[in-house]
C-alpha cells in the first residue's frame, strides 16, 4: 500500500502474544524481521511448551522478546481474573511497551 509519496507498512510496531499457539500452525514463520514480542502464559497452561519454544526461537533470531511465566491461571486467564496474581499482567506490559520506546 503507497499513501501518496509515503509508504506504509503492514508489519505491526510490536506483538502482545497472550498464551500463543504457535507450535500448532506451519502457517506461521518465525523470522528475524518480526517486531519486539510480550508473551505471557500460565505454567499450568497446555500451550506454555509452546510460548517458551516461541521465546526460545525470537531470542536465537536477535527479535527483542519477554516472557511471563506466571505458576497458576490455566488458558485463558485475561483480565481481571480473581483465581490467580496473573491478572497484573496488564502493568508488566505497560512497563515493557514503556521501556522499548513504544509509548511514553
Not at 44 to 56: E, H, K, T
Request: charged residues 10%.
Amino acid at each position: 500500500y503507497n499513501h501518496g509519496s509515503c509508504p506504509v507498512s503492514n508489519r505491526p510496531d510490536f506483538l502482545m502474544l497472550g498464551y500463543p499457539a504457535t507450535g500448532m500452525s506451519e502457517n506461521i514463520k518465525i523470522t528475524g524481521n518480526m517486531p519486539p514480542a510480550f508473551i505471557v502464559v500460565a505454567g499450568n497452561d497446555g500451550l506454555m511448551p509452546a510460548s517458551v519454544d516461541l521465546f526460545q526461537k525470537l531470542k536465537a533470531l536477535n527479535v527483542p522478546a519477554e516472557l511471563h511465566i506466571y505458576q497458576q491461571g490455566g488458558h485463558g486467564f485475561g483480565v481481571g481474573t480473581t483465581e490467580c496474581h496473573c491478572s497484573n499482567w496488564t502493568i508488566l506490559f505497560r512497563n515493557w511497551l514503556d521501556a522499548n520506546g513504544i509509548i511514553e
